[in-house]
C-alpha cells in the first residue's frame, strides 16, 4: 500500500455507487431478457416476465432499460460486442491487429474470426431479431434497418481501409467490395449455413475468409 503521508484517501463521488447499482440492475435485467427471447421469442418474452426472472419491478425494466423493443436492442448490442464497456470498435483489439495485419488475407482472416465471435454470441437471437420480433413490433423494424445501415457502413471502412492498404482485384471497386463483405456477413447467410445446414461456426469462418480474400483480393 502506498499513499501521500498526511492525506487521507479522496472519496469516491456520493453517486458512484448509485451508479453501479444501476449498471448491475441493468446487467440482471439484460441476461434475464436474453435467456427469455431465445427460449420464448419476442410474443413470449413479456416485460413483466423479463423482470421477474431479473428480480425486480416492471417499473425498473423501463426505467433501467426501456421497453420490450429497447431492451431487445440493448441485449443484442452486447451480445454483438461482448460486453457493455463504451470503447469504440476502432479501439478494440480486434480492430488493432486487422490494422496492424501484414495482407489482405490475415486482415480478412480476423474480420472472419471476429464475425464468428459474434455468430457465437448473438446466434441465438437471429431468428428472433431479424424475422419473429419485425414482424409484431415496428420500434424493432426501425431498429434492424439502423443496425443494417451501421453495418453496410461498417463494411464499407473495412472496404476502403482494403484498397487503401492493399489494394482490391482489378475490376473490383469499393462500393463492390463493400457489398461484398455486407452480404458475405449478413445474419441471414449466416443462420442459413449454419442453423439451417448444420455448419459449424468454425467452418462459416473459414469460408468466409476464403470467400472474402478470392472475390476482393485476389489476383
Known amino acids: 500500500m502506498t499513499g ?3 492525506r487521507g ?3 469516491p463521488p456520493a453517486h458512484a455507487p448509485r451508479a453501479e447499482q444501476v449498471r448491475e440492475t441493468r446487467r440482471r435485467v439484460l441476461a434475464a431478457a436474453r435467456d427469455l427471447f431465445v427460449r420464448r421469442g419476442y410474443a413470449g418474452a413479456t416485460v413483466d416476465a423479463i423482470a421477474h426472472r431479473a428480480g425486480v419491478s416492471t417499473q425498473t425494466v423501463y426505467n ?3 421497453g420490450k423493443a429497447e431492451v431487445l436492442k440493448a441485449v443484442y448490442d452486447v451480445a454483438l460486442a461482448g460486453d ?3 470503447v469504440p470498435i476502432t479501439e478494440r483489439p480486434h480492430a488493432v491487429a486487422m490494422r496492424s495485419a501484414p495482407d489482405a488475407a490475415t486482415a480478412l482472416a480476423i474480420y472472419a ?3 464468428r ?4 454470441r448473438a446466434g441465438p437471437l437471429l431468428v428472433t431479431v431479424y424475422i419473429d420480433a419485425p414482424q409484431l413490433d415496428a420500434q424493432v423494424r426501425a431498429f434492424v434497418e439502423t443496425i443494417e445501415a451501421e453495418r453496410r457502413a461498417g463494411t464499407g471502412v473495412v472496404a476502403g481501409w482494403l484498397a487503401e492498404r492493399f489494394g482490391l482485384r482489378e475490376g473490383v471497386t469499393v462500393a463492390e467490395a ?3 463483405l455486407w452480404t458475405l456477413l449478413a445474419p441471414e447467410t449466416a443462420h442459413r449455413l449454419v442453423h439451417l445446414c448444420g455448419w459449424s461456426p468454425a467452418r462459416w469462418e473459414a469460408w468466409i ?3 472474402a480474400t478470392e472475390a476482393l483480393c485476389g489476383s
Open 178 to 180: 463493400r457489398d461484398v
Open 4 to 6: 501521500v503521508p498526511g
Open 9 to 11: 484517501r479522496a472519496s
Open 117 to 120: 465471435q459474434m455468430l457465437e
Open 113 to 115: 474470426q471476429v464475425g
Open 84 to 86: 457493455d464497456v463504451p
Open 209 to 211: 475468409a476464403r470467400t
Open 64 to 66: 433501467v432499460v426501456g
